[in-house]
């Protein structure tokens, strides 16, 4: 079950960084933290999980935006969205950005899933590109995250030839034949991932931007 969205909510630093910070340590205090390799050089990598509807509308002026910097990422998508906005998948791609493979339906208990059905789930999403877009993705990321490994998972990961993005944590390392390419933690909520989502969409209070840009250079620091 996800975190239900409030309309109303109130903008100060202060009370965000606590009610984060509360929240998090007391739901995702099991929370997985991975450590791989890396070498001296800094890379930046960016992606957008685009899980609802206004997600993709927003989508045309990131490519554009990216486009005029000369920078790629990567935008995880399920099927029911790519199968409602083909000219924005089609966008996607001809501007040279990659698109994971966000399962097929995006449910909303990925975590708990069998084999079976994760299987079903990522071959389905597979076919489906394959089929309307001739585009094969290469990467995976979960729906609404993974706390822990899944190695049923990452044995449909390793069958299919993809990598994985859903974990927390620094450097690439391989989980059972699989590339994990971890996402980066806050650096004030180390549970959390560094996104736009726990800084403006979280319940009852949301960080300034501002204050996401500050995080933003310490991370750039480090």
């Given at each position: ?57 927003a989508c045309n002026s990131i490519v554009e935006l990216l ?32 698109i994971m493979n966000h399962t097929f339906s995006h449910p ?108 933003w250079k310490l991370l750039l620091q480090t």
């Amino acid at each position: 079950m996800g975190i239900p969205r409030f309309r109303m909510k109130i903008r100060n630093d202060a009370l965000h960084s606590l009610s984060v910070g509360v929240i998090s340590s007391a739901l995702l205090w099991r929370r997985e933290i991975v450590y791989g390799e890396w070498t001296e050089d800094k890379c930046i990598c960016l992606s957008f999980d685009c899980d609802y509807r206004k997600d993709m509308e927003a989508c045309n002026s990131i490519v554009e935006l990216l486009h005029s910097e000369d920078v790629l990422t990567s935008f995880a998508l399920h099927a029911r969205l790519a199968m409602d906005f083909p000219e924005i998948v089609e966008k996607i791609i001809r501007n040279d950005h990659e698109i994971m493979n966000h399962t097929f339906s995006h449910p909303s208990n990925f975590k708990k899933l069998s084999y079976g059905r994760i299987k079903s789930e990522v071959e389905a999403f597979q076919d489906f590109m394959v089929k309307t877009y001739n585009y094969l993705p290469r990467g995976f990321r979960s729906p609404h995250g993974l706390r822990k490994k899944k190695r049923e998972l990452f044995k449909v990961l390793s069958e299919n030839k993809m990598y994985d993005s859903s974990l927390l944590g620094y450097g690439v390392l391989d989980i059972d034949g699989v590339f994990e390419i971890p996402i980066t933690p806050c650096p004030e909520h180390p549970l959390m991932a560094f996104d736009t989502y726990h800084h403006f969409r979280f319940p009852f209070f949301s960080s300034s931007e501002g204050k996401m840009l500050k995080l933003w250079k310490l991370l750039l620091q480090t």
